[in-house]
């Protein structure tokens, strides 16, 4: 809708004076449209900016104020709510446009035109009239992402209906179709020269960049060279795909975005790029460059976090420029890692060996201990508890993927917000069991427990807890595995994906023999020191899953980030942050004041 009004407005009202009545009639009634609609959006503290804009779009409306002003309100307006609400406004890859032409002739033509001039067969006496799409005024104004929704929503109070019976890729096929008809050959030839010779790369890199783009926007920026290289790239998608931004590329322009925001004011915008920079981007190839340069890894992670935390506590701008500049260094040193070792298999193999045990060591000592613990109290009947929770983990880790690939878009944001509330429940779940264990770790407990048979003390409760520890302990690190994977796959490009193979399928052995040897290990322990000894790892493991789920949400923005003077040793849990270090460290008190009670209550029985 509000690329609708930006569109239509100007040719509504010229000049201060209405030049179509009925038209502007419908400016108005959108205009409260998306006031009322904008109301009903998620309640967040930012939502109040946005009913403001709303409110001074429909004001410059009803001022019959000049065409180009009410159209960048309501771009403007449309991109904060794109960047707040983290509305997907790109498809997952680039459309193949054969089909498109088909389904233009048998859904738009009717109205449109076979040209698309609005003048379809059935065009006659709609009110409004079906647009114009060889208009280059007209289409100038407009985005794929705008012709996307258009087709999928239709345009209320018109005879433009949506087409939901298509699919996500034919209505996005369609929409680049649509966008093209107002371009000529000609046009698109030079643009096709231009691109190839470098003009556009930095504007239009990605498929958000190149949907979200006008041809007014490509031609104010670089004249009829940028409006000639975006008609090429809407008539062949895949060019942008083929040349697709790298991770690393992606994080620096979006921290160059973020530092840009913060000098004019708008902090918030400045922390969601800065978010999105690292979640999107540095974050993907956290492994690859783990593995040449571990501590690279951590210092550039570490950064970023300051630099977040700057932000949202309002720093100076010199400050915060010079701690943006400090991490552009550090990510192009990374850059030039991750060149100098990108064709190496041995690094490929790496990588994907260090991805799977790094994800999955946690897990496995998880259920391991777990698997341990009710086959030495001689529950084996109990096993298929902690079976069905791991079993159900990886099901709904590929499910979830698959659903990530082909029907939704889980942003990274939502990635590390799942990370971080699974991470907080297996560390609840852990210190259940871990008391539980704790509490029948002496001998006068563990001669009553065998008196009772164990079966008082493995409840069903009990029972249920342990399957899901075993569940949320592997969920929280299947689906992030599978799209470090999938990043990994298309850095090492066909050569190396072998050397990727190889990889997972040494980790995956070595997770395999490493619970053969915990449960080995386990079983040979008397009861006493095994409960004990599991109690331990129960609580530790808490406490390491505790700062780990903080950090996560710190990294989608879900909880604020006070730094600390403080090393960063992640595979403890411990990031330099005041939020997860005291959250560890009443983890560890709760730890230690549970056993020192249970230790007194044990001496005075």
Wanted: aromatic share 8%; glycine share 12%; charged share 20%.
């Amino acid at each position: 809708m509000l690329d609708y009004l930006g569109v239509d407005y100007p040719e509504a009202v010229k000049d201060g004076t209405v030049a179509d009545q009925g038209e502007y009639d419908e400016q108005l009634e959108f205009s409260a449209n998306v006031r009322a609609m904008i109301g009903e959006l998620p309640g967040r503290p930012e939502r109040a900016g946005l009913e403001a804009a709303a409110a001074r779009l429909a004001g410059a409306i009803r001022d019959k104020r000049p065409g180009d002003e009410v159209a960048g309100i309501a771009g403007e307006l449309r991109r904060h709510i794109i960047e707040l609400y983290q509305v997907r406004v790109s498809p997952k890859q680039a459309p193949d446009l054969a089909s498109a032409p088909a389904d233009y002739a048998t859904h738009c033509a009717v109205c449109h035109g076979a040209a698309g001039r609005g003048d379809g067969p059935a065009a006659k006496g709609l009110t409004p009239p079906p647009a114009d799409l060889t208009d280059a005024a007209r289409q100038g104004r407009l985005s794929v992402f705008g012709l996307y929704n258009t087709i999928t929503l239709g345009i209320k109070g018109t005879a433009m209906t949506g087409f939901p019976a298509l699919s996500e890729s034919q209505r996005w096929a369609l929409a680049f179709h649509v966008s093209t008809l107002a371009g000529g050959g000609d046009e698109r030839a030079r643009g096709a020269a231009l691109w190839k010779g470098g003009t556009g790369r930095r504007e239009l890199g990605d498929l958000r960049a190149l949907v979200m783009a006008t041809p007014r926007d490509a031609a104010a920026r670089r004249g009829g060279d940028g409006a000639a290289v975006l008609g090429y790239l809407r008539g062949e998608p895949g060019a942008v795909a083929a040349g697709r931004e790298s991770a690393i590329d992606l994080s620096a322009r979006l921290l160059g975005e973020s530092v840009e925001a913060y000098r004019r004011g708008d902090a918030p915008r400045a922390h969601r790029l800065a978010i999105t920079g690292y979640l999107e981007g540095f974050e993907l190839v956290e492994a690859p460059l783990g593995a040449v340069d571990g501590a690279l890894k951590t210092r550039v992670e570490v950064e970023m976090l300051r630099y977040r935390s700057m932000l949202q506590a309002g720093a100076p701008v010199d400050a915060v420029e010079a701690q943006a500049r400090a991490i552009q260094a550090l990510l192009d040193t990374a850059r030039e890692r991750l060149d100098a070792a990108r064709l190496s298999p041995a690094t490929i193999f790496t990588s994907a060996l260090v991805i799977l045990l790094r994800e999955g060591l946690e897990a496995v000592l998880v259920v391991a201990a777990l698997l341990a613990l009710l086959i030495k109290a001689g529950r084996r009947d109990v096993l298929r508890y902690v079976h069905a929770g791991w079993i159900a983990a990886l099901a709904l880790g590929g499910l979830t993927w698959l659903a990530a690939s082909y029907l939704v878009t889980l942003s990274g944001a939502d990635r590390e917000i799942t990370e971080g509330v699974t991470a907080l429940l297996a560390a609840a779940m852990l210190l259940y069991v871990g008391f539980w264990m704790h509490r029948h770790a002496h001998a006068a407990r563990w001669k009553a427990f065998i008196e009772t048979r164990v079966a008082a003390a493995l409840s069903g409760r009990t029972m249920w807890a342990l399957g899901s520890i075993s569940f949320l302990a592997v969920y929280r690190e299947a689906f992030e595995t599978v799209l470090f994977y999938q990043a990994l796959w298309l850095e090492a490009g066909p050569d190396g994906r072998v050397a990727v193979g190889a990889g997972f399928a040494a980790a995956a052995v070595g997770l395999v023999v490493l619970a053969w040897l915990i449960l080995q290990v386990g079983l040979r322990l008397p009861l006493g020191w095994f409960f004990g000894a599991g109690s331990v790892l129960m609580a530790l493991l808490a406490v390491v899953l505790a700062g780990k789920g903080i950090a996560a949400l710190q990294e989608a923005g879900a909880l604020p980030v006070g730094p600390l003077d403080l090393p960063a040793i992640p595979s403890l849990g411990l990031y330099p942050t005041w939020q997860g270090v005291l959250t560890q460290l009443a983890v560890l008190l709760l730890i230690v004041g549970a056993f020192a009670y249970s230790r007194r209550r044990e001496r005075a029985a």
